[in-house]
């Protein structure tokens, strides 16, 4: 089943590694290390390399990698749990039918109405 929202496909492709990237095989390790856990979040300020880590991580592992790249629009939950299921669906095909199902049977949201509430939630 597809998502109503449109998706951006190349938001799901995982980077090109550039040549350049050093491979930090201390961070990589760790990485690894991690991956029996259930979420890993990555956190350093603007230019620490993050991406390019993850990059490089992606590139050197044999496992499954999703990838999906965020954006201010993505503030919108229905665009960001749409293209979350993409990004997932893009390895593990069968992944999210039936939450595709629910999420195209909420009717829209009218125009003017604020589709971000979560401030309302505190």
């Known amino acids: 089943m ?3 929202y449109p998706i951006t496909r190349t938001k799901l492709l995982i980077p090109r590694r550039r040549d ?5 095989q201390r961070l990589l390790s760790i990485l690894n290390d991690l991956l029996d856990l ?10 620490y390399g993050k991406t ?3 990059i490089d991580f992606a590139t050197h592992t044999e496992w499954p990698i999703s990838w999906l790249s965020l954006d201010p629009l993505d503030q919108d939950p ?6 979350f299921i993409a990004a997932i669906q893009a390895r593990f095909p069968e992944f999210g039918k039936n939450s595709l199902s629910v999420l195209n049977s909420i009717p829209p949201i ?3 109405y604020p589709r971000n509430r979560l401030n309302d939630c505190q």
Request: glycine share 6%; hydrophobic share 50%.
């Open 2 to 4: 597809d998502s109503k």
């Open 20 to 24: 350049e990237i050093v491979t930090r």
């Open 38 to 47: 259930k979420l890993i979040i990555v956190a350093a300020p603007a230019g």
């Open 52 to 54: 390019s880590l993850l």
């Open 78 to 83: 229905f665009r960001f749990i749409s293209h």
């Open 110 to 112: 009218p125009i003017g």
